[in-house]
């Protein structure tokens, strides 16, 4: 079946539409008007496979502090705002090598999470607000510099396969990978207890900034896929933890600190050799 919405498709806090094998053209306006229900937090739930939507219109949460996920491909050629709680897009585009040419948007205090799925940022397409952006299980490429304040990474991947930089005013790193060939500073706070940097690109830390690495064994953080690393702040470990690299590149003109010893079980290492190629 195929639904096309050109008016409104509302769902009211905690109510949830099931699809499968089906297809929503929405040129109008989806909303969801409050949270999705528990345990999935959906409000479009993909019920056994074959479900797809193509926004021409515009997706949007405007209520409630949690998340409303959409479970099934999207296609966005339109708009899809978060504004308020989390709006979470749970799967990638319909097709392979299909790309988004359409807008997103995070409003101030809400989050937009990418969680599931291979989506392809294409041209036309933008990430644009003062709110949160988020990645938790999608792989991400996005050809542009990222300018959302907050970016959270705890797991999938975000590719930045940019020409010019990205600059962050804050990074959350508990999982996944941060790669691509674009350059990135994070120019403010920057917590960093798992995930992965990678890429070609140069990551910097400023002056005045402090990186504290708080994963404390099994290679938790890496450092590698040719990545190059720039300390111009402070890199801290605290006693016990780790940072493990393989082919890439530390250059530290600022401060790296050892807060106590490296890690038992781990030559002691705080910076480990994973593999070949690592250098400071």
């Not at 491909?73 to 899809?80: E, F, M, Q, R």
Request: glycine share 20%.
């Amino acid at each position: 079946r195929t639904l096309v919405n050109n008016g409104r498709l509302a769902f009211p806090d905690g109510t949830i539409l099931c699809v499968g094998n089906a297809l929503i053209r929405n040129a109008g306006t989806l909303t969801a008007q409050g949270d999705g229900p528990g345990p999935w937090s959906t409000v479009v739930y993909a019920y056994a496979t074959g479900g797809q939507l193509v926004n021409t219109g515009r997706i949007e949460k405007t209520g409630g502090s949690g998340t409303a996920a959409i479970g099934i491909p999207v296609d966005n050629a339109g708009t899809v705002a978060a504004g308020s709680g989390t709006l979470s897009l749970a799967a990638g585009n319909t097709a392979a090598g299909a790309s988004d040419t359409g807008g997103y948007t995070v409003a101030a205090g809400a989050t937009l999470d990418f969680a599931g799925g291979t989506r392809v940022l294409g041209a036309g397409s933008s990430i644009t607000g003062p709110g949160t952006l988020s990645v938790s299980g999608a792989v991400l490429h996005v050809p542009f510099p990222v300018s959302q304040p907050a970016l959270v990474m705890t797991g999938g991947e975000l590719d930045l396969d940019t020409a010019s930089p990205t600059s962050l005013a804050s990074l959350a790193m508990s999982g996944g990978t941060l790669g691509g060939a674009g350059d990135v500073t994070v120019r403010g706070s920057w917590t960093w207890s798992g995930g992965e940097l990678s890429g070609s690109g140069t990551t910097t830390i400023p002056s005045g900034v402090t990186v504290t690495v708080t994963s404390a064994g099994a290679c938790g953080t890496v450092l590698d896929g040719g990545r190059t690393l720039v300390n111009n702040g402070r890199l801290a470990f605290p006693d016990g933890t780790i940072l493990c690299v393989e082919n890439a590149l530390i250059r530290n003109a600022g401060t790296l600190t050892a807060q106590g010893d490296g890690p038992a079980g781990w030559d002691s290492s705080l910076l480990y050799a994973d593999g070949s190629g690592g250098q400071l």
